[in-house]
């Protein structure tokens, strides 16, 4: 696993954490209880500041990073899909965002939002509680529904599982 010290800046990762041995996480960061950090992963607290909560998903190669002295938050049970990009943003708990979307600066992601795949959340926008949002830039376009929220709770149910799982049950073959 790739865990560095940044000028005495050192992650704090909790002991039921999984972090893959291909992903790097370096500087002020703070990685909860059962999330599951997928391979290719970056997530960057060398001059800021980054904090993801219990058992989240920050799937493979995902960035992570903050500006200057800012602080970019991840609250608890958040699905964060492959190859998302999250920028000194604020993500609450139970959202999830889509495979490849970006989160700007000072942006908001409500609490049980879903950001669609690809989806852009330009800088400062606030995608309020329980919405879902697509394209680019990102627009609501409905409120998330009862059905959502049991097919995303299986997924992060899922991840967390794996965080367990991982360290015992992945072996290197070669």
């Not at 490849?100 to 000072?106: F, L, P």
């Not at 409905?142 to 049950?169: F, H, I, M, N, T």
Request: charged share 20%; glycine share 12%; aromatic share 6%.
């Amino acid at each position: 696993m790739g865990v560095f010290e940044f000028e005495g800046r050192i992650p704090s990762i909790a002991p039921t954490a999984y972090v893959d041995e291909d992903a790097k996480v370096l500087g002020d960061v703070t990685i909860g209880a059962q999330c599951f950090i997928g391979p290719g992963a970056r997530i960057r607290g060398d001059y800021g500041t980054i904090v993801i909560g219990d058992r989240t998903s920050v799937q493979e190669n995902c960035v992570l990073h903050a500006r200057i002295n800012e602080k970019c938050e991840v609250g608890n049970h958040v699905q964060i899909g492959h190859g998302a990009l999250l920028h000194n943003c604020t993500v609450k708990d139970y959202a999830v965002v889509g495979v490849g979307a970006v989160i700007s600066d000072y942006a908001t992601i409500g609490i049980w939002s879903i950001i669609g795949e690809g989806a852009v959340v330009t800088s400062g926008q606030s995608i309020p509680d329980g919405k879902v949002a697509v394209g680019v830039p990102a627009k609501v376009i409905r409120d998330v529904a009862e059905a959502d929220k049991q097919v995303w709770s299986k997924y992060k149910e899922a991840y967390a599982d794996l965080a367990l799982r991982y360290p015992k049950g992945l072996k290197r073959i070669k």
